[in-house]
């Protein structure tokens, strides 16, 4: 198993930026994609931001987020952490930090998640 604790969130006001961190512990040798998803208030969970520790490490972002957040990480210490700047009021969500052996699920749908952190952006 891999338990992931996410540190960071909170509210901030639009225009702000904000830091998100993630560790993961457990069997994380298996653990080849680490990244954030977001769910907002009466919406489904969507993608945010992933890596993807192959032979050449690959981030991939949602387009809504592209040019305001990046995702940055270690693979050896298993960290993840997401940047985010220019936050928009429709930023405002929880944010999970998820985790996967496969890059093509934790685009879909990850398999580990953490327990999640409020982002709230207001004028």
């Known amino acids: 198993q891999v338990q992931l604790v996410e540190y960071g969130g909170g509210s901030v006001q639009a225009g702000d930026s904000l830091k998100l961190s993630c560790t993961a512990s457990?069997?994380?040798?298996?653990?080849?994609?680490m990244g954030w998803w977001r769910q907002a208030p009466g919406k489904g969970r969507e993608h945010v931001a992933t890596?993807?520790?192959?032979?050449?490490?690959?981030?991939d972002y949602r387009d809504s987020v592209k040019g305001r957040f990046i995702v940055s990480g270690n693979n050896a210490e298993k960290t993840v952490s997401l940047l985010m700047t220019n936050l928009k009021l429709e930023d405002t969500a929880v944010y999970f930090c998820?985790?996967?052996?496969?890059?093509?699920?934790?685009?879909?749908?990850?398999?580990?998640w953490g327990q999640g952190t409020q982002v709230t952006v207001s004028t």
């Open positions: 998820v985790a996967d052996v496969h890059l093509w699920r934790i685009l879909s749908n990850p398999n580990y």
């Open positions: 457990g069997s994380t040798s298996i653990i080849e994609n």
């Open positions: 890596l993807n520790w192959g032979s050449v490490v690959r981030a």
